[in-house]
């Protein structure tokens, strides 16, 4: 399973005012926030936990089936940081997802999985790749062995990535 | 407040955030408010941020959860106005 979320950044400016009262409460741990407040970026960091957050909820919503809104149970945990690549797990209850979120002037991209050494595994489909969708998920027919394959897609903005293992 | 003036508010509260004016314009109680309206799950939290200002209410975390289409949020406006 996996779980991606992509962020344009000038969009995400333009349609979000994250300073507004309120706004991280909803969404963001107390440990988040102090995450956000003292970052040199404090933007670029509400897009980077919040994509973690959506990419993680993306595989959580599959395997649970549940859908609501309770960014504040996803929380984000930073592991390692390596050049612009942001390594990090996102608890919720007993459950725990590793992300992997680039950064760049652009954009924030993040995948989530749920074991390490499916970051080496992961395909790229091209956004004209047919999908098909069962109950709202969306997965991929691979013509080589005619496996159905779970994906994730995410769109925002100028970006678009669809995502599978 | 009666339902309809409660939709009424919800419709002019939403109508920013909406990214699909055919949702928009036949909006109903069952309108979801993600893949309906095609709201951004980001601007979700300016929705109920939005409506806790226009209302004067607390939207705990626990309502907060099921607040993605008009029906709940209907629910939930009339239950935390009657507590008040
Ligand atoms: C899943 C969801 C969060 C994505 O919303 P978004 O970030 O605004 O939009 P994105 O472009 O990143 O994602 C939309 C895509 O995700 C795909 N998707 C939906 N659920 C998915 C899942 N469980 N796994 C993988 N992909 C999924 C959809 O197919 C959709 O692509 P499509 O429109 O081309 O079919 C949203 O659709 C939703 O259901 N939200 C409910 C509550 C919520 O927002 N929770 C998040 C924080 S707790």
Redesign the interface.
């Known amino acids: 399973m996996i779980g991606n979320d992509i962020v344009d950044l000038a969009l995400a400016q333009k349609d979000s005012n994250w300073r507004r009262h309120g706004f991280l409460d909803k969404i963001f741990t107390e440990k988040e926030q102090l995450l956000i407040l003292k970052s040199e970026y404090p933007e670029t960091m509400v897009w980077n936990l919040w994509s973690r957050k959506e990419a993680s909820y993306k595989i959580y919503n599959r395997q649970t089936q549940k859908r609501g809104y309770f960014p504040l149970q996803l929380e984000c945990f930073t592991v390692d940081i390596i050049n612009d690549f942001y390594y990090g797990n996102v608890i919720i209850n007993e459950q725990i997802y590793f992300t992997k979120t680039e950064i760049t002037s652009q954009y924030i991209n993040t995948i989530a999985v749920l074991k390490v050494s499916d970051f080496d595994s992961i395909q790229f489909l091209k956004s004209n790749t047919a999908i098909q969708k069962d109950n709202g998920l969306p997965f991929y027919r691979d013509p080589k062995n005619a496996v159905l394959k779970p994906v994730s897609i995410s769109h925002h903005g100028r970006f678009e990535q669809i995502v599978c293992i | 407040m009666d339902k309809q003036e409660i939709i009424e508010k919800l419709r002019s509260i939403v109508k920013p955030y909406s990214n699909n004016q055919n949702a928009f314009d036949n909006l109903t109680e069952s309108t979801d408010f993600i893949?309906d309206l095609q709201i951004?799950?980001?601007?979700?939290?300016?929705v109920?941020?939005d409506i806790?200002e226009e209302f004067d209410i607390v939207i705990d975390?626990q309502s907060?959860?099921?607040?993605?289409d008009v029906q709940s949020a209907i629910e939930i406006i009339e239950l935390k106005l009657s507590e008040k």
């Open positions: 893949s951004n799950s980001a601007n979700l939290v300016d109920i941020l806790e975390n907060m959860e099921r607040m993605l």
